[in-house]
């Protein structure tokens, strides 16, 4: 990897204007100038049976600064541990933050695997881009993270199922409460070891649709993953399980348009009035979240193409109409965590909507075609099944 030069000539040239300013080029992230500083001391490992999501972490992280005027620093490998930063940082007081999720994973040979790392790159730049911070090199930054993965391999659980869950992150940094951009920025990924989101198997869940509040709205910021669009959830979340709901379905208009299902994308799987059976999920309008398991079983389904596949909008009425007219086959929510999230009830209005599950056993937790996506995605996150998705570290 080279580093940009500067490209100002040393001298000035005839035709130059006379008041001609050089233009310092900044540097992007360059894994050729990756640091290392390890810890002193290595963490006790958790037996894989006592890992909880997201709560604990490994032993170093990645970091790397952005200065306006000097670009990206070189990027560091340093013990896992608290940021320094003044209270005044613009993180602190108007949400400049933007986060990505991903899975490191350990194939049958003892390799370490990502899936899809670019989609999740360019997400993150999408991200930042809305919040006025700073663009970076996507593959680099995958390189870096590579090499964190190198480092943390240890951390990387071998069982099926488990993985390591790297969370990208990253803040505005200046010192300064004039709301404008932050002329200065830090990117960073932590890890943690995360076990099967349905250790024993799925678990159906009940959704809660809100007809009050809304996740994300028309000209909003619903398609960034912003870290100020998930603290005003909590307090639905917490309504939604007062009704006995694992997770919101959010809703948006007055005609009760379908959005996402808590931090996941929706899917619904259905014959349609027409009489075609459809996999059908909210097309990417600007307040929907770009999932990358979303994307990934949409391309799975046409690879198929066993049925139709549609992205549109979807209104509730919809959905009542299917359930009467028992059109509706299987309801489920996407995303990486989990990534399929069989759906059995929808609160509605004070109604349910009842939703099969598996047709062929009645103690079964998730349909048939739910079932196909998640182990169809995850052979290929393992590497069981061959594809251009799973990349080696
Ligand atoms: C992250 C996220 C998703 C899922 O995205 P994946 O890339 O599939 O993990 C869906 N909806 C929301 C609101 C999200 O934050």
């Not at 040979?109 to 899809?116: A, H």
């Not at 799987?269 to 075609?276: D, K, P």
Request: with cysteine.
């Amino acid at each position: 990897m080279t580093i940009t030069k500067p490209n100002y000539r040393a001298v000035a040239q005839p035709q130059d204007e006379p008041d001609y300013q050089p233009e310092l080029e900044t540097h992007d992230i360059s894994v050729a100038r990756l640091t290392k500083t390890l810890a002193p001391t290595l963490k006790k490992l958790q037996r894989n049976e006592e890992l909880v999501f997201g709560e604990s972490f490994t032993d170093h992280m990645l970091a790397v600064e952005w200065h306006k005027g000097q670009g990206w620093l070189a990027p560091e490998i340093r013990p896992h541990g608290p940021l320094m930063l003044d209270p005044s940082a613009v993180v602190f007081h108007y949400a400049f933050e933007c986060f990505e999720g991903l899975k490191a994973y350990k194939d049958k040979e003892g390799r370490i695997r990502l899936f899809r790392p670019d989609m999740n790159m360019k997400r993150m730049n999408n991200s930042a881009q809305r919040i006025a911070l700073p663009h970076f090199d996507g593959e680099q930054y995958i390189e870096c993270i590579k090499e964190l993965l190198r480092q943390e391999q240890r951390w990387i659980p071998s069982e099926y199922g488990y993985s390591l869950y790297l969370r990208p992150t990253m803040i505005g940094t200046e010192e300064a409460l004039g709301v404008r951009a932050s002329k200065s920025a830090l990117l960073y990924t932590i890890c943690s070891p995360v076990g099967p989101y349905y250790a024993t198997g799925f678990k159906a869940i009940s959704l809660y649709a809100n007809v009050r509040e809304v996740r994300a709205w028309p000209g909003g910021v619903g398609n960034a993953k912003l870290g100020a669009n998930y603290a005003p959830t909590i307090v639905p979340a917490e309504q939604a399980a007062q009704h006995g709901c694992q997770q919101v379905l959010w809703l948006i208009g007055e005609q009760h348009e379908l959005m996402e299902v808590g931090t996941m994308n929706l899917f619904i799987f259905w014959t349609n009035r027409e009489g075609q059976r459809e996999l059908v999920t909210p097309v990417l309008d600007g307040t929907i979240l770009p999932g990358v398991t979303r994307d990934s079983i949409l391309s799975l389904a046409r690879t198929w193409g066993e049925f139709e596949v549609s992205e549109r909008k979807l209104y509730m009425n919809e959905l009542v109409e299917a359930e009467r007219d028992g059109r509706l086959h299987e309801v489920f929510g996407s995303g990486t965590a989990a990534i399929v999230s069989p759906v059995k009830r929808i609160s509605y209005l004070g109604q349910d909507i009842h939703i099969p599950l598996d047709p062929a056993n009645p103690e079964g937790q998730a349909g048939p075609l739910t079932q196909r996506f998640n182990d169809t995605l995850m052979g290929i996150q393992y590497g069981d099944i061959p594809h251009e998705w799973s990349v080696v570290v």
